[in-house]
Structure formats: C-alpha cells, structure tokens
C-alpha cells in the first residue's frame, strides 16, 4: 500500500502528496482542473519536501555585445534609407 504525505504549500489551487518509493519519490499534484504525477528521483530520500530558495540570475553579455555605456545613438529611419 502507499502511503502518501501532505507537503505543506502557501497555495490554496492545489494539493502536493509524495510518497517514497524504490529510488525516489511519486509527487502527485491535484487541482480543481486536474490531477497529475511524476517521478522525483532521490535515491536517499534526502528531499525534505520543502522548495528550495530561488536563484538569482546569471546574466551574460552576448560576445557581441557593446560594453555598458557604449552603445550607438538611435538613427532617424527615412523612406529614402530603404533602397
């Protein structure tokens, strides 16, 4: 038999269950519009069903990119510049 446990969620659109199996987890969500089901893998079964703190973005420069400050001014488009 598999016995699931409530994830505790600041959201009131669903319901999280997990329950351990060989590996991992089976995560079941399960919404007024819905209900679905995926495989967590976690072979310890270290996930203590809490989310992890969000990561702040890793903004890169395209290599072609002009260095802050150095980009070119705005031109004026006129019907003649169309050739």
Same mark, same amino acid.
């Given at each position: 038999?598999?016995?699931?446990?409530?994830?505790?969620?600041?959201?009131?659109?669903?319901?999280?269950?997990?329950?351990?199996? /060989?590996?991992?987890?089976? #995560?079941?969500?399960? %919404? @007024?519009?819905?209900?679905?089901? &995926?495989?967590?893998?976690?072979?310890?079964?270290a996930?203590?069903?809490?989310?992890?703190? /969000?990561?702040?973005p890793? #903004?890169?420069?395209? %290599? @072609?990119a002009?260095?802050?400050? &150095?980009?070119?001014?705005?031109?004026?488009?006129?019907?003649a510049d169309?050739?």
């Open positions: 038999m598999l016995t699931y446990e409530t994830l505790e969620s600041n959201s009131a659109l669903f319901v999280t269950l997990r329950t351990a199996v /060989p590996g991992g987890w089976l #995560v079941v969500v399960d %919404a @007024d519009y819905g209900t679905g089901v &995926t495989f967590f893998p976690d072979p310890d079964h996930w203590d069903g809490s989310s992890v703190p /969000p990561r702040e890793i #903004v890169t420069p395209s %290599a @072609d002009a260095p802050a400050g &150095t980009e070119p001014e705005p031109q004026a488009f006129t019907p169309q050739g």
